[in-house]
């Protein structure tokens, strides 16, 4: 697997009522309250006072990488969760992070605003009583050294007799600022991905009852959504990209054993 370094990873303004709502705290770490408090007990050398700033460039290094998530409402039918993150040592790399999220929540608030009232208007004028709703969640936030992982989920609901699922992994590196491949983030080759994939789902249900094959998991593992926990990494595929509404979204986990059993 890729060498443990990190953590995890946005709405409109405009004509869009929009409340932004800071809904929780993430990663294992002591709050910043805390530690600021901490800091404000500590002896503080005469010789030091007069450099407050470079010691709050300091002290923010210092924190570890955490983060928090706010939730956004657009409208009546729209809500939409994603994380900010603070600490760590590469503080301009997590604000240029910060501000990627917070477009791309806006974009999909105002979207998908636009959309369910879209909906609404055309079932009105077919006299249709009809709900419709969008929500994206923020579900997982891992965080290893400058590696940060996150998984948001989405549900959309237009009538009908159910709604649709999906999903959104995003594996970015602090450092080298940009997102990381499959193969990258297990630390192996491309083909060696592929089969460390095949080999996580061939203990799934679905494979074993003939549901789906290993074949299609191959040939359609570019499509997949990936993001690391601390199991390992996650590989879902999507609502009908390897059979019927009924199988879901197939998944697996792909862990560090599978990768030394390709490699072997």
Not at 96 to 111: D, G, M, T, V, W
Not at 119 to 134: G, P, Q, R
Not at 177 to 185: D, G, W
Not at 243 to 250: E, F, H, L, Q, V
């Amino acid at each position: 697997m890729r060498k443990k370094t990190g953590l995890t990873l946005g709405i409109c303004a405009g004509v869009l009522a929009i409340v932004a709502v800071v809904v929780g705290t993430g990663v294992v770490v002591k709050m910043f309250g805390e530690k600021d408090e901490a800091r404000e007990e500590t002896y503080v050398p005469e010789e030091m006072e007069s450099q407050p700033e470079q010691q709050d460039t300091e002290a923010s290094k210092a924190e570890p990488l955490s983060y928090t998530s706010v939730m956004i409402q657009a409208g009546d039918y729209v809500t939409v969760e994603y994380p900010v993150f603070s600490g760590g040592e590469y503080q301009e790399a997590v604000q240029r992070l910060n501000e990627r999220f917070k477009s791309e929540a806006e974009r999909i608030a105002s979207e998908q605003e636009t959309e369910m009232n879209s909906f609404l208007t055309e079932a009105e004028k077919m006299d249709m009583d009809i709900s419709v709703s969008f929500e994206r969640s923020l579900k997982n936030v891992y965080i290893e050294g400058s590696m940060i992982c996150v998984e948001q989920s989405d549900y959309s609901y237009t009538g009908g007799a159910h709604g649709l699922a999906g999903l959104t992994g995003i594996n970015y590196d602090l450092e080298e600022e940009r997102e990381l491949s499959m193969e990258e983030v297990l630390g192996c080759s491309k083909e060696n991905a592929v089969e460390a994939v095949a080999g996580a789902f061939s203990r799934t249900e679905l494979v074993q009852e003939g549901i789906i094959t290993l074949d299609q998991v191959r040939e359609n593992v570019d499509e997949a959504v990936y993001y690391m926990t601390e199991e390992g990494l996650h590989i879902v595929f999507p609502q009908y990209s390897l059979g019927a509404y009924a199988i879901g979204m197939p998944e697996a986990v792909v862990t560090e054993q599978d990768v030394k059993a390709v490699q072997s």
